[in-house]
Protein backbone atom coordinates (compact mmCIF):
# COMPACT_ATOMS: atom_id res chain seq x y z
CA UNK A 1 0.00 0.00 0.00
CA UNK A 2 1.59 3.54 -1.10
CA UNK A 3 2.32 5.79 1.73
CA UNK A 4 -0.49 8.53 1.90
CA UNK A 5 1.06 11.67 3.69
CA UNK A 6 -2.24 13.55 3.10
CA UNK A 7 -4.12 11.53 5.64
CA UNK A 8 -3.02 11.98 9.32
CA UNK A 9 -2.02 9.68 12.07
CA UNK A 10 -4.86 9.25 14.57
CA UNK A 11 -4.10 7.09 16.98
CA UNK A 12 -7.57 6.70 18.77
CA UNK A 13 -9.12 4.90 15.52
CA UNK A 14 -6.89 1.78 16.30
CA UNK A 15 -9.10 0.46 19.40
CA UNK A 16 -12.10 1.49 17.24
CA UNK A 17 -10.59 -1.26 14.49
CA UNK A 18 -9.54 -3.48 16.81
CA UNK A 19 -13.54 -3.67 18.56
CA UNK A 20 -14.90 -4.40 15.16
CA UNK A 21 -12.86 -6.99 14.17
CA UNK A 22 -13.52 -8.11 17.67
CA UNK A 23 -16.98 -8.35 17.00
CA UNK A 24 -16.15 -10.08 14.10
CA UNK A 25 -14.25 -12.76 15.59
CA UNK A 26 -17.31 -13.34 17.43
CA UNK A 27 -19.59 -13.54 14.45
CA UNK A 28 -17.65 -15.88 13.15
CA UNK A 29 -17.21 -18.05 16.60
CA UNK A 30 -21.32 -17.70 16.60
CA UNK A 31 -22.50 -19.45 13.71
CA UNK A 32 -19.67 -21.88 13.90
CA UNK A 33 -21.33 -23.23 17.01
CA UNK A 34 -24.70 -22.49 16.23
CA UNK A 35 -25.04 -23.78 12.58
CA UNK A 36 -23.48 -27.38 13.92
CA UNK A 37 -25.83 -27.26 16.91
CA UNK A 38 -29.12 -26.19 14.78
CA UNK A 39 -27.73 -29.71 12.87
CA UNK A 40 -27.99 -31.53 15.57
CA UNK A 41 -31.05 -30.44 16.88
CA UNK A 42 -32.69 -31.48 13.45
CA UNK A 43 -33.23 -27.27 12.71
CA UNK A 44 -32.96 -27.07 8.84
CA UNK A 45 -32.72 -23.54 7.60
CA UNK A 46 -34.24 -24.05 4.27
CA UNK A 47 -37.52 -23.92 4.48
CA UNK A 48 -37.25 -21.77 8.18
CA UNK A 49 -39.48 -18.65 8.19
CA UNK A 50 -37.55 -15.11 10.01
CA UNK A 51 -37.31 -15.03 13.66
CA UNK A 52 -35.19 -14.06 16.17
CA UNK A 53 -31.71 -15.74 17.57
CA UNK A 54 -33.46 -15.43 21.45
CA UNK A 55 -35.96 -17.98 19.88
CA UNK A 56 -33.35 -20.50 19.81
CA UNK A 57 -32.80 -19.99 23.83
CA UNK A 58 -34.12 -23.44 25.49
CA UNK A 59 -33.47 -24.96 22.25
CA UNK A 60 -29.91 -25.38 21.43
CA UNK A 61 -27.63 -25.62 24.23
CA UNK A 62 -26.54 -22.67 26.54
CA UNK A 63 -23.03 -22.73 25.57
CA UNK A 64 -23.84 -22.49 22.03
CA UNK A 65 -26.39 -19.61 22.71
CA UNK A 66 -23.76 -17.89 25.15
CA UNK A 67 -21.81 -16.55 21.90
CA UNK A 68 -24.98 -15.10 20.41
CA UNK A 69 -25.41 -13.28 23.33
CA UNK A 70 -22.16 -12.21 23.80
CA UNK A 71 -22.61 -10.72 19.79
CA UNK A 72 -25.44 -8.79 20.47
CA UNK A 73 -23.80 -6.97 23.42
CA UNK A 74 -20.87 -6.28 21.16
CA UNK A 75 -23.45 -4.52 19.23
CA UNK A 76 -25.28 -2.80 22.53
CA UNK A 77 -22.78 -0.78 24.60
CA UNK A 78 -19.93 -0.22 22.15
CA UNK A 79 -22.07 2.01 19.95
CA UNK A 80 -21.65 4.24 23.02
CA UNK A 81 -17.87 3.51 22.64
CA UNK A 82 -17.75 4.15 18.64
CA UNK A 83 -19.55 7.71 19.07
CA UNK A 84 -17.16 8.64 21.91
CA UNK A 85 -13.99 7.98 20.29
CA UNK A 86 -15.49 9.87 17.25
CA UNK A 87 -16.47 12.95 19.26
CA UNK A 88 -13.40 13.19 20.99
CA UNK A 89 -11.27 12.70 17.61
CA UNK A 90 -13.74 15.18 16.23
CA UNK A 91 -12.19 17.05 19.41
CA UNK A 92 -8.78 17.06 18.80
CA UNK A 93 -8.28 14.07 21.19
CA UNK A 94 -7.42 11.45 19.54
CA UNK A 95 -3.65 10.76 20.68
CA UNK A 96 -3.74 11.71 24.41
CA UNK A 97 -2.20 9.37 26.92
CA UNK A 98 -5.11 9.00 29.14
CA UNK A 99 -7.76 8.70 26.25
CA UNK A 100 -5.43 5.98 24.37
CA UNK A 101 -5.49 3.80 27.97
CA UNK A 102 -9.31 4.77 28.80
CA UNK A 103 -9.94 3.53 24.86
CA UNK A 104 -7.30 0.22 24.62
CA UNK A 105 -8.72 -0.89 28.63
CA UNK A 106 -11.84 -0.64 26.83
CA UNK A 107 -11.19 -2.89 24.03
CA UNK A 108 -9.24 -5.30 26.31
CA UNK A 109 -12.35 -5.99 28.82
CA UNK A 110 -14.65 -5.92 26.16
CA UNK A 111 -12.55 -9.03 24.52
CA UNK A 112 -12.49 -10.15 28.47
CA UNK A 113 -16.16 -10.12 29.23
CA UNK A 114 -16.71 -12.03 25.65
CA UNK A 115 -14.27 -14.85 26.54
CA UNK A 116 -15.84 -15.07 30.07
CA UNK A 117 -19.23 -15.37 28.30
CA UNK A 118 -18.65 -17.51 25.19
CA UNK A 119 -16.60 -19.71 27.43
CA UNK A 120 -17.47 -20.51 31.22
CA UNK A 121 -20.16 -17.37 31.65
CA UNK A 122 -19.57 -16.84 35.42
CA UNK A 123 -21.54 -14.15 35.92
CA UNK A 124 -19.29 -12.79 38.65
CA UNK A 125 -15.96 -12.43 36.19
CA UNK A 126 -18.49 -11.11 33.49
CA UNK A 127 -19.90 -8.72 35.32
CA UNK A 128 -16.61 -7.30 36.93
CA UNK A 129 -15.19 -6.65 33.23
CA UNK A 130 -18.19 -5.47 32.06
CA UNK A 131 -18.79 -2.52 35.35
CA UNK A 132 -14.76 -1.73 34.90
CA UNK A 133 -15.37 -1.62 30.65
CA UNK A 134 -17.86 1.05 31.82
CA UNK A 135 -15.92 2.66 34.03
CA UNK A 136 -13.46 3.20 30.92
CA UNK A 137 -15.94 4.45 28.83
CA UNK A 138 -17.59 6.63 31.60
CA UNK A 139 -13.59 8.21 31.76
CA UNK A 140 -13.53 8.70 27.86
CA UNK A 141 -17.08 10.52 28.44
CA UNK A 142 -15.80 12.52 30.82
CA UNK A 143 -12.66 13.84 29.18
CA UNK A 144 -15.11 14.70 26.16
CA UNK A 145 -17.07 16.81 28.55
CA UNK A 146 -14.25 18.70 30.06
CA UNK A 147 -12.83 19.34 26.43
CA UNK A 148 -16.59 20.77 25.30
CA UNK A 149 -16.41 22.74 28.63
CA UNK A 150 -13.02 24.78 27.54
Avoid at 122 to 141: M, N
Wanted: glycine content about 6%; overall charge positive; some cysteine.
Amino acid sequence: MADTPDIPHIPLLAPIVALVAWTLVMQIWLYATRLPAMKRKGIDLKNRRGGRGAQLDGVLEDQVQWKAHNYNHLLEQPTLFYAIAFALILLGNSGEELTLIFAWAYVGLRVVHSLIQATSNIVRWRFLAFITASLCLLGLTVTAGLILLK
